[in-house]
């Protein structure tokens, strides 16, 4: 790819050395230097830089807003989410909570180490937020998280712990029950499938991805439907996210 800044065009050069141009102003120029964008934000760790809160939160940005204008809409009454690391999801899905005035927190993580687990429980907002270690789709995991929805409660689910399509498959069949008609359960980092070569990815990553587990499930379970959401407001020309989670939203029908 070459940027000319004087001409204000990108040039984009494919395998076989055949190229086309596009002008800065288009909507062509802006997908392709956002496909190389997430890219190298990968291999320098973009998303190591970012903190909700005060605590580490290891999204890209683009992702989280896009998100927040999904829990508004939903507005649920729980949140799960599998993977907690240093708990920033889970305080920033805690604070879209106390703003809404409604929803509470539950986070699962297979290990969640001493020094995490202090610094969130100590944060303002834990109070909102109830945490579980363990397998994510242990049987007993997923029960203790079945015991925190009260029956009526609107449940959305986010899957970000192990990545692997099996692993995010036995995740979408245990916690694809609790998802309420009308919200959400999200793949996220299905971009595991565009990255094999980079560094820190696996040889397998083509298949081996959140995405290829959203597809399989879908197959089998009709009751859910890959729906990208739609932006609430918008009057610039870019349709599509810039994102690190490509089809992942499956909406209960």
């Not at 990815?201 to 597809?215: G, I, K």
Request: hydrophobic letters at 40%; aromatic letters at 10%.
């Amino acid at each position: 790819m070459n940027i000319d800044y004087e001409k204000n065009i990108v040039e984009v050069i494919d395998e076989e050395g055949n190229s086309q141009t596009y002008p800065f102003e288009s909507v062509e120029a802006f997908r392709e230097i956002s496909k190389a964008w997430l890219r190298i934000g990968w291999d320098t760790k973009y998303v190591y830089s970012f903190t909700w809160m005060g605590r580490p939160i290891i999204q890209l940005p683009d992702d989280m807003i896009r998100l927040q204008e999904v829990m508004y809409a939903v507005k649920p009454d729980v949140i799960v989410e599998t993977g907690i690391a240093h708990g920033g999801s889970l305080v920033y899905s805690a604070s879209l909570c106390q703003i809404m005035g409604k929803g509470r927190v539950v986070g699962v993580d297979i290990e969640i180490r001493p020094k995490n687990r202090k610094a969130i429980e100590a944060h303002p907002l834990f109070s909102m937020i109830t945490m579980f270690e363990g397998d994510s789709a242990a049987e007993e995991i997923v029960d203790e998280v079945k015991s925190q929805i009260q029956p009526g409660e609107s449940v959305l689910v986010l899957l970000d712990s192990g990545h692997s399509r099996d692993h995010v498959m036995r995740e979408l069949l245990a916690y694809g029950p609790m998802v309420t008609p009308g919200s959400y359960i999200v793949a996220m980092d299905g971009i595991m499938q565009d990255l094999v070569g980079a560094p820190r990815t696996d040889a397998d990553w083509d298949v081996n991805n959140p995405q290829t587990a959203v597809r399989d499930f879908l197959e089998e379970h009709p009751e859910f439907v890959l729906e990208e959401p739609t932006h609430p407001f918008n009057e610039g020309m870019i349709r599509e996210r810039v994102t690190y989670w490509p089809n992942c939203f499956l909406k209960r029908k």
